[in-house]
């Protein structure tokens, strides 16, 4: 019997409220009784605070299911602080991979290393 499905959505804003990133972390589940996490990844950023944000890159990765433990946790108790620092370094893949200099598979790598870093 499948379980439920649902969705979170987690932002963080750096302290100097020029960047933000959005999650959008989902859990499907399948009628055979398996689930599976995807994540939206997305990164905004503006010039100046009384600017409105752009949407600089959007990335949609799916968790590996060896963390689909991690996955759950964070869906239920939010970002970690290794969670945090790993999804900073994703925005600044992501910015490269706007930039052309990176991959976006090193791009969707590092996004899905967010969840990957969960401490216990």
Do not use: C
């Amino acid at each position: 019997m499948p379980g439920t499905s649902f969705s979170v959505d987690l932002i963080i804003v750096t302290p100097n409220q020029l960047r933000k990133i959005d999650f959008g972390l989902s859990k499907t589940s399948k009628t055979d009784g398996s689930v599976e996490w995807s994540l939206d990844f997305s990164l905004n950023e503006r010039k100046k605070t009384t600017d409105a944000y752009v949407e600089i890159v959007k990335l949609t990765v799916k968790v590996t299911p060896a963390h689909n433990d991690k996955a759950e946790e964070t869906a239920k108790k939010g970002l970690d602080n290794a969670q945090t620092s790993a999804a900073l370094a994703a925005a600044d893949s992501a910015k490269l991979l706007k930039a052309g200099k990176i991959s976006k598979a090193t791009a969707q790598a590092d996004a899905r290393r967010v969840i990957a870093v969960r401490g216990s």
